[in-house]
């Protein structure tokens, strides 16, 4: 089944696998099947997936798994497609459940496990003899391709790329190391910042790439790249009526996502979240011809005499090795969110964080550029945010009430937009944490879920909070009283907060809910040009390697992210350059 389908599959919420054709895997001797005391039939069974409930069905024949149809679920489209497509078939493919997960959805494959489990559980199987793990062998050893262009990474910017390259290139092929395709922009809330776009418009809004360039660059504070952000702002409007024209549907919403950036420009994908550009890419770039190889790992740039780029060595999930000679590679790979030593030496501020990006952002692009000698650039940088972690996020992620720092001190302006609180949590108190300090007007269920799970604290007085949270309890009731008087009084003479959002802490029990810090992106990478060529130690042109995305975003980007939807156009921008300047060093070196 193609990926396109696959994705059709998903609107329909329902997609069922013949058994025909399928192979079992290889063994000395044949068992007696863990189905033989199951009866013909379909039988159902649900499982938790990362949204809540999935069903299935499966059908018996024979003391044979012969169908496993998903139902209905609320799985996230775009993530969850490859593990509905890929799940049912290893299943019957192998007539057992001791079958590897989809890389990047394993939420959703573990959900058709369980609900496999369940339905077959019900119908009398042995359970534990499907469980039991199998080994399956590569069906090649090796596989090698000639293309014109190789794309590493299949995030926005790799698929960005390969729409452009494909229009020039006769043959595109992009390597994913995931299952799936999107990357961490899959994960995002579909945010996309532009400077007088055509809704912008259309809604009488008054906007100019200046307003929106000076805007990065200011907070930027010249550790940036200028020039680039300029022309970013400046093709940003043309960036999405290029989307439109590709099948991404946007929202009439326009909305700013920090308040310092005036005036409104963050348009939102009408699908609300970021697959809702990378589906509509996916099928644009599969339309045009690209081949998508997933769960394939670039691991090295194959560089010839010249000292040119000339391909990629991958490794498939199965152990396959592939070797792909190109004209041109562009890496698309995302960022090391997820690779703590590359953390600690390019964002060190933020080594240790914990992180919510896909579980790809190893620093897969970054370590192979920086094996050929490129140029690795970064401002200690990353997308952070100091927040409750679990249960309590989802009442208290923009909450602005009362902020206390470890020791029980109010700190800072708590209506400061998230991007801007890191760094102003760090200066004022030396750590990665505070806490959100709630009385029992504002103790939701989903607070007391993060007493339960650890990551809060409470008590019937001040005092017995302070001993539980391991705070000074002079200083949180003298802060807590100080902050009540500033309540009633108005005017926060302290720390100039908006009269508006200052609300009092009154009656207990109190809760105190632990915030610590979390990255969404990382910046650090190999430098690039305007024309995204990747650029060595030595300030010169790699031949044949281009970058784009957040695998060599570290110019863009410094101590404050200026706000959800930046990244995404800053990578679709570099992404479009990189398809198109590849395609063109590949056409001529084949000329």
Known sequence: MSIRKAITAVLALSITFSAAGCGSPK????????????????????????????????????????????????????????????????????????????????????????????????????????????????????????????????????????????????????????????????????????????????????????????????????????????????????????????????????????????????????????????????????????????????????????????????????????????????????????????????????????????AGNEGDGLLMAREIGAQIVGNDSAIAQILPFGAAMQDLFTYAGLFVSLDGQRFMDESLPRPARTPVVLAQTGQPKYFILLDAARATENVQAAEDAGTAYSGASLEELAAAAGMDPEKLTQTVQRYNELCAAGNDEDFNKNADLMQPVEEGPYYAVLCTMNTSGTFAGPLTTMDAEVVNEQNQVIPGLYAAGEVSSGDLFYKEYPGSGTAIQSFITMGRIAGQQAAQYALEKTK
């Open 27 to 358: 063994s000395e001797a044949a068992p007696a099947s863990p189905l033989l005391a199951v009866k013909d039939g379909t039988y159902p069974g649900t499982g938790e997936g990362h949204g809540g409930t999935l069903a299935v069905q499966v059908e018996v024949k024979d003391h044979k798994i012969t169908a496993v149809t998903v139902g209905d679920h609320q799985e996230t489209a775009g993530i969850c497609d490859a593990a509905l497509e890929k799940m049912p078939a290893r299943i019957m493919e192998t007539q057992s459940l001791g079958v590897d997960t989809v890389t990047g959805a394993t939420e959703t494959s573990n959900a058709i496990l369980q609900a496999c489990e369940a339905a077959l559980r019900a119908a009398g199987a042995d359970i534990d003899a499907l469980n039991v793990k199998v080994e399956t062998t590569a069906k090649e050893e090796k596989i090698e391709k000639d293309v014109d262009v190789v794309i590493v990474g299949g995030g926005v910017a790799g698929l960005s790329a390969a729409v452009e390259a494909s229009a020039a290139s006769k043959s595109v092929l992009l390597i994913e190391k995931m299952g799936v395709l999107g990357g961490s922009t899959s994960l995002s809330g579909g945010k996309l910042l532009a400077a007088d776009s055509v809704f912008q418009r259309e809604q009488g809004i008054e906007d100019s790439p200046k307003l929106f360039s000076d805007f990065l660059i200011e907070l930027g504070q010249h550790h940036v790249d200028e020039d680039k952000l300029k022309m970013i702002a400046e093709r940003s409007s043309a960036n999405v009526d290029w989307l439109i024209e590709n099948g991404v549907e946007f929202s009439d919403q326009i909305d700013t996502p920090n308040p310092k950036m005036q005036p409104n420009r963050g348009l939102n994908a009408a699908a609300g979240s970021g697959a809702g550009f990378i589906l509509p890419l996916q099928k644009k770039a599969e339309e045009a011809g690209v081949e998508i190889m997933t769960e394939t790992r670039g691991e090295k740039l194959i560089v010839n005499e010249q000292g040119e780029v000339v391909g990629v060595e991958a490794t498939q999930s199965t152990g396959t090795s592939v070797l792909i000679h190109a004209e041109a590679v562009i890496l698309a790979s995302g960022g090391y969110d997820r690779n703590p030593e590359l953390k600690k030496e390019y964002s060190p501020t933020y080594a240790d964080s914990i992180t919510n990006v896909g």
